[in-house]
Every structure is written in C-alpha cells, then in structure tokens.
C-alpha cells in the first residue's frame, strides 16, 4: 500500500458459514480468514480451527463450522452479503498514511488478571474475542468484551486492556502497518517512559502479513 488515504478504506469483520457446499465469497482485495470452529476447505487449502490463511480475490470456501473474514476494502465497495455471510462490524480507517502498507494478522493471548501498560499502536485496526472475558478501555470509553465480540482500535487512542476471566482470553486481530514493521515488529507504543517499562503480559501468534 503507497500513498495510501485510509481514510478511503475500511476493516470489516464477518461470520462464514461453512457447508459441504462451496460458496464464493467475493472479497476484491487482501482479506484474512480465521477458522474459529471446525475445519475449513479455503481455495484447495485445508485449515482447521485456531488458524489462518490470506486470501487477495474471490475465494471458495466449504467445509465445516464458523470462520471469521477479515476484509479491507475501499469504503465505496459495498459490505458483503449473500447466504452463509453475517457482518458482524464495519469501521471507516480514520487516518492518512504516506509510505508502503502490510496488513499484519495475529493472535493475542493472556493469562487470568493480565493487564496492558496503557498504549497505542502505529496503525489501526480491528479486533474479536475468541475466548475469555476483557476489560477494555479505549480512549474514553470503557466495556466488557465477551467472546465473539469485536471492537475497532485507532491506534491514536490510549488504550488498557485487563483479562478479567478465570482462565486465558485471546482475540484475533488484523491491523494496518507501516511496512518497515514486517516481519512481526511489534507495533506497541507506550503511552509513557513508566508503561513502557511495565511487563505487557501478553504473548503473540503471528499468522502472517500482506502487503495490499
């Protein structure tokens, strides 16, 4: 991505239903697909739950259960729709970027009583529960995050994020980076010099990036 307006894009997130049947699912540009239950056959590449594979066009999807799209697209493309798609959130990209783009998937996971320094990221994105219980605060705002629930992040807006269940919460997440964090570089920035030295209590499972 060069040059790029964010503001001109979109992160949307949906639920696809997996049959027997393959269904096309007519995504334009870089999109990603979590497997959340069951496995997935995506354009001849099998994926069983807790995994990932990008897709850049329209894709056929069969198998078994419930995957969660990621989409980035341009926000005078229409949301997706059709049988086996549910939208579940859709976020116009807030700000201008110059300079070469990925989109960076991952998977955050923390211990019971975990708690974030208070930051930022250096791109935004958007972000669903896959289980456990959270307490998020987000620039002024604050909720509970229950599983299956999404939520879009700036990345300007301060943010906290506290593991209030009694076992281990872990969300998926696809954000928008500068390119020069590839490779998995993290994209945390602390709030001060004290959250910067405070243990972040979080571990990562990095599923890929694309550049878009």
Do not use: C
């Not at 001849?44 to 069969?62: C, I, K, R, W, Y």
Request: aromatic share 8%; no cysteine.
């Amino acid at each position: 991505m060069t040059q790029l307006e964010l503001n001109q894009y979109r992160l949307s997130v949906y639920d696809l239903t997996a049959s027997d049947k393959p269904t096309t699912i007519g995504v334009t540009g870089v999109a990603f697909v979590y497997v959340a239950s069951g496995v997935a056959n995506i354009d001849g590449t099998v994926v069983e739950a807790d995994n990932g594979h990008f897709v850049e066009a329209p894709f056929t999807l069969s198998g078994s259960g419930v995957a969660w799209l990621y989409e980035f697209a341009p926000i005078t493309q229409p949301v997706l729709e059709g049988e086996g798609i549910s939208l579940v959130i859709s976020r116009r990209l807030p700000h201008y970027y110059s300079g070469d783009r990925i989109l960076r998937a991952d998977r955050v996971e923390s211990n019971p009583g975990a708690q974030t320094p208070l930051h930022g990221h250096r791109g935004p994105g958007v972000r669903r529960l896959v289980k456990g219980r959270l307490h998020a605060y987000i620039g002024e705002d604050s909720e509970r995050i229950d599983p299956g629930h999404a939520w879009f992040e700036t990345g300007k807006d301060w943010v906290i994020g506290k593991n209030i269940h009694d076992s281990a919460s872990a969300f998926v997440r696809v954000m928008i980076l500068p390119a020069e964090l590839s490779g998995g570089i993290s994209s945390f920035i602390p709030a001060t010099e004290a959250d910067a030295s405070k243990p972040r209590s979080v571990s990562y499972r990095l599923f890929g990036e694309r550049r878009g």
